[in-house]
């Protein structure tokens, strides 16, 4: 898989790269996105391991989806920083049009760069009106990056932003 050879910028000593990928199909093969300790992902591979061939048409989906991720984002794509972002962006990418997916590589730097900014702000005590409690709850969330309700915020503050995004 392409994306995870050249456009990743995490480090992959501890098969943080195998991870994000068992989410992917995990995602498919559910049809929605879940919680992905641990515990779920082994349950996952327990549950395909007496049914093999139910995992094709997922697997096919996540290469399919893949290869455009992999055209979106640059070879170590500072964006890719983290294998905890990996299953949220194959959400939020995976049914997005060919127009949408022309705006989303901008969107995602502007994202980033306004995440960073309010960080920023926060960390400086002066919690004003500048202040956007969107992006620390996105923030917060990141922090449990396998938590069912982590994901699917995540996923709707960028729906929602991308939404509104020009």
């Not at 096919?60 to 983290?82: E, H, I, N, Q």
């Amino acid at each position: 898989m392409h994306i995870f050879q050249e456009n990743i910028s995490f480090t992959v000593q501890r098969a943080q790269d195998k991870n994000a990928a068992a989410k992917l199909l995990a995602f498919e093969h559910n049809g929605n996105l879940m919680e992905t300790k641990k515990r779920n992902l082994d349950a996952f591979v327990k549950e395909l391991a007496k049914k093999p061939s139910s995992l094709e048409t997922s697997g096919r989906r996540v290469l399919d989806v893949l290869a455009y991720m992999s055209v979106l984002f640059l070879p170590k794509d500072r964006l890719l920083g983290s294998s905890g972002i990996i299953p949220v962006y194959y959400w939020f990418i995976r049914d997005m049009t060919a127009e949408e997916m022309l705006k989303v590589r901008d969107f995602l730097n502007q994202f980033e760069k306004e995440r960073k900014e309010n960080r920023k702000h926060f960390e400086s005590g002066q919690h004003d009106r500048r202040l956007d409690d969107e992006l620390l709850q996105y923030d917060k969330l990141s922090r449990s990056a396998n938590d069912l309700r982590c994901h699917e915020g995540r996923f709707r503050i960028l729906q929602k932003r991308f939404a509104t995004f020009r």
